[in-house]
């Protein structure tokens, strides 16, 4: 079966400007979770999102948002970019087996959008 | 914080055993450990995981020390195409922390 995609796979924006990015999951895969690859921070939870509402944040401003649709397509957004949001976003899909309030179904990524800010 | 701590970088020579060692020392009793491995320009890719007992796919094999401070990835046979980043990670409630990974070195 497909995949999860991810689009654009790259974007180059300026400082000030807004992006949003997009994620479909595998089939059937409801809960969808985003993450910022950078080579100082490492990989960096950002939400995640299961039957169009977020469950979980990590430490991000306010400027990165999210938002789950009913088919379970994922975007997240970023607004008034810095030269810092330079990273790699991934997103990744699973079929979530929560277990006490936590996902602990296998997660299956994206190649990832490659944001370039200058 | 879901913190773990992994060596940064490990060496291997093709066709011997790996063992890729995790800390996760502040992990709570529910929390499952999962292990993930990034080739280079690819996202990650599921490896394993596991809550307490010690666990096996076709890929590899997960030891988890009793008091489940930590655990150790086993490759049991590495080939170059297993060189990759592998990150331990520990799925806690409100946050995810991947930490910076081991980064896996086989030579031929």
């Known amino acids: 079966k497909a995949g999860v995609t991810q689009t654009p796979r790259y974007l180059i924006k300026t400082r000030g400007q807004q992006v949003t990015l997009s994620c479909s999951p595998i089939?059937?895969?409801?809960?969808v979770s985003w993450y910022q690859q950078t080579p100082g921070q490492g990989l960096q939870f950002l939400f995640e999102?299961?039957?169009?509402?977020?469950?979980n944040k990590g430490n991000f401003p306010g400027r990165f948002s999210g938002r789950q649709f009913s088919n379970s397509r994922s975007e997240m957004n970023v607004s008034t970019l810095e030269l810092g949001d330079s990273a790699l976003y991934l997103c990744?899909?699973?079929?979530?087996?929560?277990?006490?309030?936590?996902?602990?179904?296998?997660?299956?990524f994206g190649e990832g959008s490659r944001l370039t800010v200058l | 914080d879901a913190k773990t701590t992994q060596p940064n970088s490990m060496e291997s020579n093709e066709e011997e055993p790996v063992h890729l060692p995790c800390n996760h020392s502040?992990?709570?009793?529910?929390?499952?450990i999962h292990w993930y491995r990034q080739l280079p320009s690819q996202g990650p890719e599921y490896v394993i995981h596991?809550?307490?007992s010690n666990v096996n796919n076709r890929m590899a094999s997960l030891a988890i020390a009793e008091d489940r401070k930590s655990s150790t990835l086993i490759l049991h046979r590495a080939t170059l195409r297993d060189a990759a980043v592998y990150y331990c990670i520990w799925m806690g409630y409100s946050t995810l922390t991947f930490g910076k990974g081991t980064m896996l070195l086989v030579s031929p």
């Open positions: 089939s059937g895969h409801r809960s």
């Open positions: 502040t992990i709570s009793g529910t929390d499952y």
């Open positions: 990744a899909s699973s079929l979530a087996k929560y277990s006490g309030g936590k996902n602990t179904g296998e997660l299956f």
């Open positions: 596991g809550l307490t």
């Open positions: 999102y299961f039957s169009e509402t977020q469950r």
